[in-house]
């Protein structure tokens, strides 16, 4: 039975909420395919339970639920690759010099989904840069979701994961078997620590980041959400870092302080002051 439109309006106004994605009415499919199985596995016979012990209830845990059972997790190793290579043969590199006294760089993976992103950050620095050994690469990778950075922690892919943009070689070289499926090598894993982050309440983080990478997220947000999220991730990045969004985003022409910069094939931002 389809979903009657007051509850679709119900629905969407939960998702927008907790997570400030905007589900389209053309993406209103997505509620029956995400939230069906979510009402089954808490018990509940349909959308139509769900519904209504969502209105019922005041257990703040059941809204997350739905919020996080429609995000977009679609994510593969090396997605887009040029930000990798641009890492490889100029960010890094350029940070080495900048950053010689401490010997560190910090790198924020904002919407890590399943970690296929910020293993990725840590396998081109591995293979690219083996004498920085002695050098403390802090990766953060956060995202909304709790299954899914419960997922990286294991650092767990299966066969069809690793076959999406992972060449061989690295896959030998940074992966061992586990049972059907291949785990994460210590050397990445200890390169990278996971946390909830909800991107639409404040950033909390300490110091400052080198780069951010925040791709195919900003999509899912309204545009003031969107220019929110952007001026509080410019205050996280350090004056002279690098942001990645994705290569179907934008952030011209929206008053941000941030400049285009080409790097090879791939685009990249720059904090401006002021
Ligand atoms: C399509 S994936 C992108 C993964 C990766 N960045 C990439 O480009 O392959 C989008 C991720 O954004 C996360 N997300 C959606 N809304 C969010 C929010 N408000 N705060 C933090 N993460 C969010 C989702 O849980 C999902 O894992």
Not at 3 to 10: L, S, T, V
Not at 36 to 50: F, K, Q, R
Not at 86 to 108: F, G, Q, Y
Not at 148 to 167: A, F, I, M, T
Request: glycine share 6%; aromatic share 8%; charged share 25%.
């Amino acid at each position: 039975m389809p979903i009657a439109n007051p509850d679709i309006e119900f629905l969407r106004g939960i998702v927008a909420d907790l997570s400030g994605n905007v589900i389209a009415p053309r993406q209103v499919y997505m509620l029956e395919q995400r939230l069906n199985p979510l009402a089954e596995s808490l018990g509940l016979t349909d959308i139509d339970e769900l519904v209504k012990e969502l209105r019922r209830s005041h257990d703040p845990s059941l809204k997350t639920k739905v919020a996080e059972a429609v995000t977009v997790n679609e994510t593969s190793f090396f997605r887009d690759v040029h930000p990798f290579e641009a890492l490889r043969t100029s960010i890094i590199p350029e940070l080495v010099k900048k950053n010689a006294a401490k010997k560190s760089i910090r790198i924020w993976c904002a919407a890590a989904s399943t970690g296929q992103e910020p293993v990725s950050i840590a396998m081109t620095i591995r293979e690219g840069f083996p004498e920085l050994s002695n050098w403390k690469f802090d990766i953060v990778a956060t995202d909304l979701s709790e299954d899914v950075l419960d997922r990286c922690r294991g650092g767990n892919y299966s066969q069809l994961e690793v076959n999406r943009g992972l060449p061989a070689r690295k896959l030998i070289r940074f992966f061992e078997r586990s049972g059907a499926d291949w785990r994460t090598k210590p050397e990445i894993r200890d390169m990278i620590r996971y946390q909830r982050l909800n991107l639409t309440k404040p950033l909390t983080f300490m110091s400052q980041f080198d780069i951010v990478f925040i791709r195919n997220v900003l999509i899912y947000f309204d545009q003031p959400t969107k220019t929110d999220i952007l001026n509080r991730v410019h205050r996280t990045l350090s004056p002279d870092g690098y942001l990645f969004i994705g290569s179907s985003e934008t952030v011209i022409g929206m008053g941000l302080p941030y400049r285009r910069e080409e790097i090879d094939a791939t685009v990249c931002y720059r904090p401006t002051t002021g």
